[in-house]
Structure formats: C-alpha cells, structure tokens
C-alpha cells in the first residue's frame, strides 16, 4: 500500500495567516490527490482534487500544488471558519490510503 | 441536490453482524463508483472498500483489514449502497461513511452523514 504522511499533525496559526500542509506519498500518485477538510462531528467535505483544482464552491484562499510524492496544501489567508483537520488522500491505487491529518487550530 | 442517506448502524457484540444501507439521490447512481470509509472514535480516516461502476461490472475492491469480512453490493433499481459486515471486531467501531466518487483516479466528491457501528460485548 502507498503511505502518506502529512506535516504538522497539529498547527497553530492567526486569523490572516498564510498556512501550508504538506503531504508525501511513499511512492509516485502522479497528480491523483484529493484535499479534504472536517469539521467537528461532521463528514469530510472535498476541497481539492487532482492535486491542485479547487472544488466548486470552496473559497479561492485554498489552492493546492505537487505532483509524484510531494504535495502541499495552502490556505493564503487563514479565517476562523477553517478550524477543522484537513487529510490529503492518495486516489491512485488500491488500497486506497489517507493522510494521518492535520489540525488546525486558531 | 444529490443526498446520501445513511442507516443501520448500532451496537453489536464481538462476532456478530450488521448490514448499513445507504440510499442515493440526484444523480445517475450506476454511473457512479460507491465507496465506504469509516472512522474510530478520534482517529483518522481509512478507507474500507468501493463498488464500481456498471461499466465495469460492479467489480468491488477492499482494504487489506476488512477483506472476507465485508461485503459491498449495491441495488440499482433501488438506488441503494450496502455495507454487509460479518465477524464484527472491537476495533471495526467507528463512523462508517458512504461516499460517491466518479470514477477510477477520482476523488470522494460527495460523503453521507455517517453511521455509527459499535462493536462491544
């Protein structure tokens, strides 16, 4: 299986901050790689697919970049409706593997 | 608007089963891969295991830990996932998602509420 870590697990940051995640897979994905983010007691909801196109209706202060087996994930300017964990996930190959996530605190 | 319902979770003893539903709307659900992910109390998300789509025959994919335990199926005509889980572990308790995904390399679009399994003696 292809393993991906993620970095910080934990991260701490102001309102307007510019906040990045990054996320390294074991072996090459190409660009398949989703972002997701989730709120307390609530089901993930999808921000980013293909490594870097935003999803329909997410703010543009989420973008996404990398390729092969890094990638990061940016928030350019942090508001306090982003307190939520954020998992990257590799679409790949089977088994299809998740990121440990990233809390973001503010 | 596509909705994904979720129901048929609860507590069942080490051993035992328990068969979780999802029901789908809003959108061509044979045109679609269906996948399950679920989540233990405070932990991380890991995926369980996907239905493909009728192009490709329904075939079905598993994780490595649920692999002869779980079964997915799914029932067109009635737009419905399922998630058959037999020899119940403690450590299968968690938040069980459906989720609807386009296709091979996509992403999970579109996530259910979730439904609770405990496994518990």
């Known amino acids: 299986d292809i393993q991906m870590t993620q970095s910080p697990s934990t991260l701490s940051a102001s309102v307007g901050d510019r906040v990045t995640i990054t996320c390294r897979a074991s072996?090459?994905?190409?660009?398949?790689l989703a972002w997701y983010q989730q709120k307390p007691g609530i089901a993930p909801k999808l921000l980013i697919y293909?490594?870097?196109t935003l999803e329909s209706g997410v703010p543009s202060r989420f973008s996404g970049s990398g390729s092969g087996t890094q990638f990061t994930l940016t928030i350019s300017s942090l508001q306090p409706d982003d307190l939520a964990t954020y998992y990257c996930?590799?679409?790949?190959?089977?088994?299809?593997?998740f990121g440990g996530g990233t809390k973001v605190e503010i | 608007e596509v909705q994904l319902v979720q129901s048929g979770g609860g507590l069942v003893q080490p051993g035992g089963s328990l068969r979780l539903s999802c029901a789908v709307s809003?959108?061509?659900?044979?045109?679609?891969?269906m996948d399950w992910v679920r989540q233990a109390p405070g932990k991380g998300l890991e995926w369980v295991g996907r239905?493909?789509?009728?192009?490709?025959?329904?075939?079905?994919e598993y994780a490595a830990s649920v692999k002869d335990r779980f079964t997915i199926s799914r029932d067109d005509s009635k737009n419905s996932l399922y998630l058959q889980m037999n020899s119940l572990k403690t450590e299968d308790t968690a938040m069980y998602y459906c989720?609807?995904?386009?296709?091979?390399?996509?992403?999970?679009?579109?996530w259910g509420q979730g439904t609770m399994v405990t496994v518990s003696s």
């Open positions: 239905t493909k789509y009728k192009a490709e025959n329904y075939r079905t």
């Open positions: 293909k490594a870097s």
């Open positions: 072996q090459s994905i190409s660009n398949n």
């Open positions: 989720i609807k995904c386009s296709g091979p390399y996509s992403a999970f679009e579109i």
């Open positions: 996930q590799q679409c790949h190959s089977y088994s299809l593997t």
């Open positions: 809003g959108f061509t659900f044979s045109d679609h891969y």
